[in-house]
């Protein structure tokens, strides 16, 4: 099977994937209270999400470039932010194809693009352990009124997934890669396959490793607060545009936000029907509401941002496009 067969059965399970769940997420819905609650909703607070929303980029763009820096000290504010945007679009559609947009958009004679897809490797792990302290905090802060739900609801059904022979299955992947390095280091000056591989690698862990040569390590942690601290401000906000929701603090925001972020790691397009059932789920177990209001919340959170995000990707295509032709 080539390539592209095995692109297309990928793309298409993903979305198999996510209209199952938008379908779990959407069948028992009341229409008419769902829409009497979008009637409500303060769009004030909504306003106050968009900004929180473009913050965040903007902590992401600064972030990124950190990086990036190492390899090209003269990259532009500019470059880097449009090539966010847009695979941020392209991430939406298809999943996992905006990074290497992203490192396509960047890279130059100084950087290739193995090095940028390194230290975008680099961020996602930033990134998880961003969402493993945030889990942490709202737990630690909460764990009496949090903590059935995050064992019951979450820890309970991964642990029926682990079983026995999807320990074999991470066992064989993780020997497969082990052999693929080995072969791979034996090899490269004997194999023009495995020398190209082996260059590939080693651009990959430079890139992984440049958080280790950051000369403004304090910057890359505020950007990196920054980056999260605005992702909890847009869960609070729209938790205050909606009155049935208005009452929940900045504590049960962290836990929705870290909750919707588990979201990401299921592989279907731009987290759709996943974040939409996943946080549906956890405001009505938690606090008790009707399945519509916490469907009225994924549903403006999600379709909100990536408006937005669409807004800014097509505004970075033209932006990206006139700055080539000057």
Same mark, same amino acid.
């Given at each position: ?5 095995n692109?297309? !059965?990928k ?11 938008l379908?779990?997420a959407?069948?028992? %819905? ?6 009497s ?7 004030g ?11 965040a980029?903007?902590f992401? +763009? ?5 990086l990036?820096?190492?390899?090209? /000290? ?10 966010i ?13 905006g ?5 396509g ?6 950087m ?10 680099? +961020?996602?792990?930033?990134? %998880?352990?961003?969402?493993i302290?945030i ?9 009496s ?7 019951n609801?979450?820890?309970?059904p ?8 999807l320990?074999?299955i ?20 004997k194999?023009e396959?495995f020398?190209?591989n ?10 992984i490793?440049?958080?280790?040569? &950051?000369?403004?390590k304090?910057?890359?942690?505020a950007?990196? &607060?920054? !980056?999260?601290?605005?992702y909890?401000?847009?869960?609070w ?5 909606? /009155? ?9 925001a962290?836990?929705?936000?870290? %909750?919707?972020? &588990? ?8 987290? !759709? ?15 008790g ?35 080539r032709?000057?």
């Amino acid at each position: 099977m080539n390539n592209k067969a095995n692109k297309a !059965i990928k793309y298409s399970l993903s979305f198999i994937l996510a209209a199952v769940l938008l379908y779990f997420a959407f069948k028992s %819905v009341d229409w008419a209270a769902f829409l009497s609650d979008i009637k409500q909703t303060r769009w004030g607070y909504v306003a106050l999400f968009f900004a929180a929303s473009v913050l965040a980029l903007v902590f992401r +763009e600064e972030r990124w470039r950190i990086l990036l820096r190492q390899f090209d /000290p003269d990259i532009r504010r500019i470059s880097v932010w449009n090539a966010i945007n847009i695979s941020n679009v392209a991430n939406i559609v298809l999943p996992g194809v905006g990074e290497f947009l992203r490192c396509g958009y960047v890279s130059t004679h100084k950087m290739s693009t193995d090095k940028a897809l390194g230290t975008i490797v680099c +961020e996602r792990v930033c990134d %998880v352990l961003a969402i493993i302290v945030i889990f942490i905090i709202a737990l630690a802060s909460g764990w009496s009124f949090f903590g059935d739900f995050f064992s019951n609801q979450l820890m309970a059904p991964l642990k029926e997934k682990m079983s026995f022979s999807l320990w074999w299955i991470a066992l064989l992947v993780i020997a497969i890669l082990v052999g693929y390095f080995v072969l791979t280091i034996k090899f490269e000056h004997k194999n023009e396959f495995f020398k190209t591989n082996a260059q590939l690698i080693r651009n990959l862990g430079i890139g992984i490793a440049s958080i280790a040569h &950051i000369k403004n390590k304090f910057l890359f942690l505020a950007t990196t &607060i920054g !980056i999260w601290v605005m992702y909890l401000f847009m869960s609070w906000f729209m938790l205050l545009a909606l /009155p049935e929701l208005s009452h929940l603090g900045l504590i049960d925001a962290l836990f929705i936000s870290g %909750v919707g972020n &588990i979201a990401s790691v299921i592989p279907v397009p731009g987290g !759709i029907g996943a974040y939409h059932y996943l946080v549906a789920l956890c405001i009505q177990t938690l606090y008790g509401t009707a399945w519509e209001t916490g469907i009225v919340y994924a549903t403006l959170s999600h379709e909100l941002h990536a408006l937005l995000i669409i807004i800014l990707g097509i505004i970075s295509y033209f932006s990206h496009t006139m700055i080539r032709r000057k």
